[in-house]
């Protein structure tokens, strides 16, 4: 009797750590992009979307958020869909960078975002484009507190 207990006490551990590992997880939480493995992998709502859908969304939040014009819109538009178009092509590219040339990558990436920083502070008001600078230091702020302590390498 005791040897039937402890076999079925171990198969009962067993299939509950089995079925735990093999559980879909339910909805993801608010904020939770990435269920993929990768660091840049996302599945949200937005992982699909083409360069003129990217553009489109981000130019109409930009527009409620800092009120802008139908011509600033538009501008911004155009603006973001150059900018969507680049990171379409970066991510394409960003599987076959070697180690070595992820520096200069990255510095390319860099140089393109402060070129579309400059041409974007063309098109705002001051006022405007010191709101714009503010909600994106509020969002990396957001950012960097939900990530929490870097862990040491090593």
Request: charged letters at 20%; proline letters at 3%; a positive charge.
């Amino acid at each position: 009797m005791k040897k039937f207990l402890v076999i079925l006490a171990a198969f009962s551990f067993s299939a509950a750590a089995a079925s735990a590992q093999t559980a879909a997880p339910a909805t993801a939480a608010h904020g939770q992009h990435r269920q993929g493995g990768h660091k840049g992998e996302h599945k949200g709502p937005h992982a699909n979307l083409t360069p003129e859908q990217r553009a489109d969304r981000s130019s109409q939040h930009l527009s409620k958020q800092l009120n802008l014009s139908a011509a600033q819109t538009q501008q911004v538009r155009q603006l973001q869909l150059s900018r969507a178009q680049a990171m379409q092509a970066h991510k394409a590219q960003a599987g076959t960078v070697a180690k070595a040339d992820r520096k200069q990558h990255q510095a390319t990436r860099k140089a393109e975002k402060d070129r579309y920083n400059a041409q974007l502070k063309q098109i705002l008001s001051a006022d405007q484009y010191a709101k714009y600078t503010q909600l994106q230091a509020d969002k990396m702020a957001k950012r960097k507190a939900h990530q929490g302590p870097k862990q040491a390498k090593g």
